[in-house]
């Protein structure tokens, strides 16, 4: 009996020892590079990524401030494995070069790879506040614009410089008289929208959702001519020359470094499973932006709250 004992011991050893390395020290002495882009909601899946990469399958992980343009050389290089919130509208070129290998450059073609849906879809546009268009509901269209900028303060908004946008283009091809004023950060740009809608002022923004502020702030989407095939050339044929559209809506997808899956498999998994609501990356950026909660500590109180959100996405 104890021989059987042994035997069944050591069978029962060697079971598992085929099966696959799971849970926290799957990913012991491996560094992993996730950028996070000068933008809350993109630093907000990287930090809940970290932590759960790092607690449940114990790699490393090294959070890289990255703008979204720098990030895909980064990626097909090597030099980052994952961003977590790519915004496809502004990045057509990114996007047939770095993914789909058809353009050429300094760099390899290709060497980044769809990484899946976040969950999330993004708009860009023109935003007014609610306090004008019921002043001036024609404001509320492209055309109401033309002729009356003054109504606006003869300004739009812009905010940092890195971000994708064809504002200056739009403005240009519908003829407004608009004079473009980078805020420089998205933080910079909720200020000043913060301070002109206190004081209701007239204001005229670059803004997008999701993004916590609209639960602040009562803003009205200006209605842009629809986008179309030309604007899809011109942002990936022409650096957004003649681009005259509202920007396309957005399914926020992520990208991984083509060597991801064999490098970690367990985090390439994780990730590309990696997926929750606008909601969920909302509360979280509220808890940062809004409450003034450290980054980490807020995604850390997401992922107590949430288990049967992100314990599916582990391998």
Known sequence: MALAAIALALFAAGCGDDEPQTGRDSGEGVTLRIAVNPWTGSAVNANVAKILLERELGYTVELVEIDENTQFPALASGALDASLEIWPSGHAADIQRYIEGRRGGPLRDGGVVRGGELGLIGNIGWWVPNYLV??????????????????????FLAADPTFVSYDEEIIESLGLDLEVVHTG?????IDRLDSAIANEEPVLTYFYEPHWAHRKFDLTEVQLPAFDEECEEAARERDGEGYDCDYANDVLFKAFWLGLE????????????FRYT???QQEIAFLVDSEGVPMRQAAQRWIDDNPEVWRPWLP
């Open 134 to 155: 019921e002043e001036q509901p024609e404001l509320a269209r492209h055309q109401g614009l033309r002729g009356s900028e003054d109504l606006v303060g003869g300004e």
């Open 262 to 273: 064999d490098k970690a498999p367990a985090a390439f998994e994780f990730l590309s499973k």
């Open 185 to 189: 950060s998205e933080q910079a740009l």
């Open 278 to 280: 606008t909601d969920d």
